[in-house]
Nanobody, 124 residues
């Protein structure tokens, strides 16, 4: 049984920061790609950031470059998303996801396992 659980969301003022966590069970994340996605009301789910654990390559959407940082902990089987300089347009439900064979990268359609999401709300 594969399970991904996000945490760390909340309400924060513009310019503030949050640190999201995604804890995995049922698989070792180091063997796969892990991505963060977000979905705002009325919008499609979009890629935010990802990491290919085997190579260490990281990926970021243009809208978050310089503000978001993805990292990992092998011992805790956890991936983190540090979010700085938050803007109101960052408000969304944030999801973590994992593929089942590696190589998903930024491709949403290749991710197989999804968490339930954590709400991030940024006030102006």
């Amino acid at each position: 049984q594969v399970q991904l659980v996000e945490s760390g969301g909340g309400l924060v003022q513009a310019g503030g920061s949050l640190r999201l966590s995604c804890v995995a069970s049922g698989l070792t994340l180091s063997n796969y790609d892990v991505g963060w996605f977000r979905q705002a009301p009325g919008k499609e789910r979009e890629f935010v950031s990802g990491i290919a654990w085997r190579s260490g390559s990281t990926y970021y959407a243009d809208s978050v470059k310089g503000r978001f940082t993805i990292s990992r902990s092998n011992t805790k089987n956890t991936v983190y998303l540090q979010i700085n300089s938050l803007k109101p347009e960052d408000t969304a439900v944030y999801y973590c996801a994992s593929d089942s064979s590696g190589g998903a990268g930024t491709n949403r359609c290749r991710y197989d396992y999804w968490g339930q999401g954590t709400q991030v709300t940024v006030s102006s």
